[in-house]
């Protein structure tokens, strides 16, 4: 427009030769016919159109952003829900917000209060601890909450599970069928939901093939790959032929520690990892890891949190009078083991 005149509806109808009312409907993404909706969206770019952000969060109590916490921004499992997540809300015309919390619950709870604050429409969010705070700021939340991970059934939240103890099993059972018979496990903290998972399917994996539980082969550390690393030197004594890892950080550290102690992966010992992020693909030799679908379950957190923003029940602007939301929604990705040259058979 001259002179720097932001155009309006009017002047973006003349110049697109449609109704007012077509043209309010474009830019309010309510749609309309092909050819309308492309000519009220050409007029609007030659004219310059910038849409009002702030004149349309007043309108409709939306701030068409959304926000994503995640325990640890650096890990790729993470990086891969980002881009799903925003590949879904971006579509639906959303701007994401990313928060790292360092597993940290006074940060996590802080987020979730944030919803009171109307800086964001929803919040989709990773605890690895669930605590009796969680749970009550979760059903107590000012807006639409999303959690990727396991809550107790009783929690009215919609959430997206990974099933790491069928995942722990497929991989220790994998290790066994490969010919080894002491495995070792590098699992991250026993008091997070993803580390007694973990431990449970490691437990019942052995269990089923008949192999005892020796405590000095188990390691309870932090989830990166420095604490992988240093967990090596404290199995090493105990004489395992594998090492089952919680995550690929601590694999990847726990490969590294092996070959730079002139230990041979997977001749001496075998290594499995768990998430099948870049790094068990990048490292040497390349890891055998469980796929948890950490895209897909960011995929589907997304879609929920969706849902429930076109749920008028369930909007930033609850209406309890409009009658009871719909009841939460629990879906589960089924694990799936990757297997690559970490983990080649053993000589009879």
Request: charged share 20%; aromatic share 2%.
């Amino acid at each position: 427009m001259p002179n720097g005149v932001q155009p309006t509806i009017v002047s973006i109808a003349e110049h697109a030769g449609v109704s007012i009312a077509s043209v309010s409907r474009v830019l309010n993404g309510q749609g309309g016919r092909h050819d309308t909706v492309e000519r009220v969206r050409r007029a609007a770019a030659e004219l310059g159109y910038v849409p009002n952000a702030v004149a349309r969060s007043l309108k409709d109590g939306r701030t068409r952003q959304l926000t994503f916490a995640m325990p640890d921004i650096g890990n790729p499992v993470y990086v891969s829900m980002v881009r799903a997540i925003q590949s879904v809300t971006k579509a639906a015309g959303y701007r994401l917000l990313l928060h790292s919390t360092d597993a940290v619950a006074e940060d996590e709870l802080a987020v979730l209060h944030s919803l009171g604050d109307r800086t964001s429409d929803g919040l989709i969010i990773c605890p690895i601890r669930i605590t009796d705070a969680h749970i009550d700021a979760l059903t107590t939340a000012a807006g639409p909450v999303v959690v990727i991970g396991s809550l107790p059934d009783d929690v009215p939240v919609d959430s997206v599970r990974a099933d790491s103890v069928a995942g722990a099993a497929i991989a220790v059972r994998h290790l066994t069928d490969t010919g080894r018979r002491r495995i070792g496990f590098v699992n991250g903290p026993s008091d997070t939901v993803p580390g007694g998972n973990r431990d449970q399917g490691y437990r019942a994996a052995l269990a089923d093939r008949g192999l005892p539980y020796d405590e000095t082969l188990v390691v309870h550390t932090a989830f990166d790959v420095e604490s992988g690393a240093a967990a090596v030197e404290r199995l090493l004594p105990a004489r395992p032929d594998a090492l089952f890892c919680a995550n690929d950080q601590l694999a990847l550290g726990a490969a590294h520690a092996l070959l730079a102690r002139g230990v041979r992966v997977p001749e001496d010992i075998a290594v499995v990892g768990m998430d099948d992020s870049a790094l068990a693909r990048a490292a040497w030799p390349p890891l055998t890891s469980v796929d948890l679908g950490s895209s897909e379950r960011g995929r589907l957190a997304a879609e929920l949190l969706l849902d429930r923003l076109r749920d008028p029940e369930e909007g930033p602007h609850q209406d309890r009078a409009a009658g009871p939301p719909p009841p939460p929604r629990t879906t589960t990705v089924p694990p799936r083991l990757v297997v690559r040259a970490s983990t080649r058979a053993v000589a009879a």
